[in-house]
């Protein structure tokens, strides 16, 4: 089994793939920077566990992290358990899509995976809505070449922000399908619902325009809420983040590349 892991600021999502590249379980833990590498082996083996996987079934890994502090723990741990250092997505690292960018090390590792997850089930041109503690909408052309993406605060982090004022403080989410509240809770639920889903629909119409896209993929939380919303036919992918984590692990083990 190869055991797959990204690191994000909030979250950090495990998933372990068999040979025949099945997805054997999907966990996630709350993202902790002070955690030490013995404490990280034994949060990502309990929660294997209590998915009914052993972690001595684990032969290797992939790693994603966009938490530089992390990175080296996170990659001892999975030698903890794996018995070899994991693959880290970083320069170098073969994704099957090509960046075309002055500076390819800006693009998030999450983000690289998502890309690559979802080339990885649907023909390109596409647009991939990934929607995270932010929303990022990225687009690839016909010749798999990665043209961009747009970054806007998502749900988790809008509602932070909302929340910073004393009126919202003890505010919650729910998507809804009202356009507008008569209660506080009621106008923050209608105004993140169609303001997130709205800025979602928009920048991938434009993008769709520019790549000449009929196929839009998205993933994550919420993503679901947005595809029944969509008018462009989106299409929900579960997964994408440690699909493509293990999609790129499978590209480089066969050059040999760790």
């Known amino acids: ?82 018995g070899r250092r994991p693959m880290t997505v970083g320069p170098g690292t073969r994704t099957g899509f090509a960046i075309e960018s ?40 016909d010749k798999r070449r990665f043209r961009g993406c747009a970054i806007m605060p998502g749900v988790k982090t809008s509602l932070e922000a909302l929340k910073s004022a004393a009126l919202f403080s003890s505010l919650g989410f729910n998507f809804t399908d009202a356009p507008m509240g008569l209660t506080t809770k009621d106008a923050v639920n209608s105004g993140l619902s169609y303001g997130i889903s709205g800025a979602a629909e928009a920048l ?24 029944s919303r969509s008018t462009l036919g989106a299409v929900e992918a579960e997964g994408l983040l440690c699909d493509g984590l293990y999609a790129i692990y499978v590209k480089n083990a066969q050059t040999g590349r760790r």
Do not use: H, W
């Not at 025949?20 to 999907?26: A, I, L, P, T």
């Not at 979802?118 to 990934?130: D, S, W």
């Open 1 to 82: 089994m190869i055991l797959a892991v990204c690191i994000q600021n909030s979250i950090t999502t495990l998933a372990g793939y068999s040979d025949d590249g099945s997805r054997v379980f999907s966990a996630s833990t709350a993202t902790d920077p002070r955690a030490t590498s013995d404490r990280l082996a034994v949060d990502y083996s309990q929660l294997m566990m209590l998915y009914g996987v052993k972690p001595t079934d684990a032969s290797g890994g992939i790693l994603a992290s966009v938490v530089p502090a992390m990175t080296d723990a996170a990659s001892d741990a999975m030698k903890r358990i794996t």
């Open 102 to 141: 002055s500076n390819p090390s800006e693009l998030g590792a999450d983000i690289v995976a998502v890309i690559a997850g979802a080339l990885a089930k649907f023909e390109p041109p596409l647009v991939v809505a990934y929607f995270c503690d932010m929303l990022v909408v990225a687009a690839v052309d």
């Open 204 to 227: 991938a119409r434009r993008m769709c325009d520019e790549v000449g896209a009929d196929n839009v993929v998205v993933t994550g939380e919420q993503a679901g809420e947005f595809a």
